[in-house]
């Protein structure tokens, strides 16, 4: 270091230490506005004043000024306690070094390697923390979108069901319509209407009187609006006793006006001269058949 240099670090010293004059601290002052260097100078002056006191290498005057001005600023204080503590590391852990080499390396220096690899540790820690933070939350985020999937493809298939079950009814519908629609009106079929209620001994039973050319006969079976709650009916043939002789499944109920029916269309081929009753039960939406009503008739043949 020449004498200029020395000048310059000693001005420098007095002036953090509080010890310079006016004249002194105006030379300090113009300078760290007009040249970037000295502002370098006066930082690296800083720093090693605060490696000397840590290091407990300051004279009392120097010491009491130090602390006057450098432990009522809080980042000083941050550089202070760092700059005790690497020391106290040294202590306990001298660094095996040829002497020549530790002379010229100043200790600010070491205490500048430590930063760096204290901040690099720190930025590598905060890295993986942030990571996997990440990865817990995508994870989180994938088995939501799993769930939903599942619960999509399981709706999927609900309405796939129903809407096949749907496709059906309505086939056997059209079926049904189209088989009306080309028979059109003729003497093989016979309709009779029948209410529910009737009792044995209850008076005259609605009456079918067959002739040899009747191939069907259609009975229309007329409901309360409370009974048209179910998804579909079954109408079973019995006879009075309750013997089973025919049945017809997955009805559907009609309305036309205020009236609603079912129709059931029996082959003549089962029917005998005799009374009769239908069996009508209904299929409710999970799959329980209920009794509905009971309808009675009675058949004579010509």
């Known amino acids: 270091m020449n004498d200029t240099q020395h000048s310059e670090a000693t001005l420098l010293r007095r002036y953090l230490l509080g010890q310079s004059n006016v004249d002194e601290r105006s030379a300090v002052e113009r300078g760290l506005m007009t040249d970037q260097q000295f502002l370098d100078d006066l930082a690296r002056a800083e720093e090693e004043l605060i490696d000397e006191y840590a290091r407990g290498n300051l004279a009392p005057d120097e010491k009491d000024g130090f602390e006057a001005l450098f432990l009522n600023a809080p980042e000083r204080r941050e550089k202070i306690a760092f700059a005790q503590a690497f020391s106290r590391y040294l202590a306990r852990h001298p660094i095996a070094a040829p002497a020549k080499s530790r002379e010229h390396i100043p200790s600010v220096w070491w205490r500048r390697a430590v930063l760096g690899l204290s901040a690099a540790v720190l930025l590598l820690v905060s890295l993986t923390t942030f990571f996997y933070l990440r990865i817990v939350q995508l994870r989180g985020q994938l088995a939501s979108v799993d769930l939903q999937r599942v619960a999509s493809e399981k709706n999927g298939k609900t309405l796939s069901a129903q809407l096949n079950e749907q496709q059906s009814r309505n086939h056997d519908l059209q079926q049904e319509i189209a088989g009306l629609r080309d028979r059109g009106p003729s003497s093989d079929l016979l309709t009779l209407r029948l209410a529910s209620g009737w009792t044995r001994g209850g008076g005259q039973l609605p009456t079918a009187r067959l002739l040899a050319s009747t191939k069907r006969l259609r009975l229309d079976l007329m409901l309360d609006r409370d009974a048209l709650h179910h998804k579909s009916y079954q109408a079973q043939l019995q006879t009075v006793d309750g ?56 058949i004579e043949k010509k």
């Open 243 to 298: 013997g089973s002789l025919w049945s017809s499944n997955k009805l559907l109920a009609r309305t036309k006006g205020e009236k609603s029916f079912i129709s059931v269309n029996l082959p003549a081929s089962v029917l005998t001269a005799g009374d009769f009753r239908i069996a009508l039960s209904g299929l409710a939406a999970n799959g329980v058949s209920e009794e509905v009503a009971t309808f009675y008739f009675r």
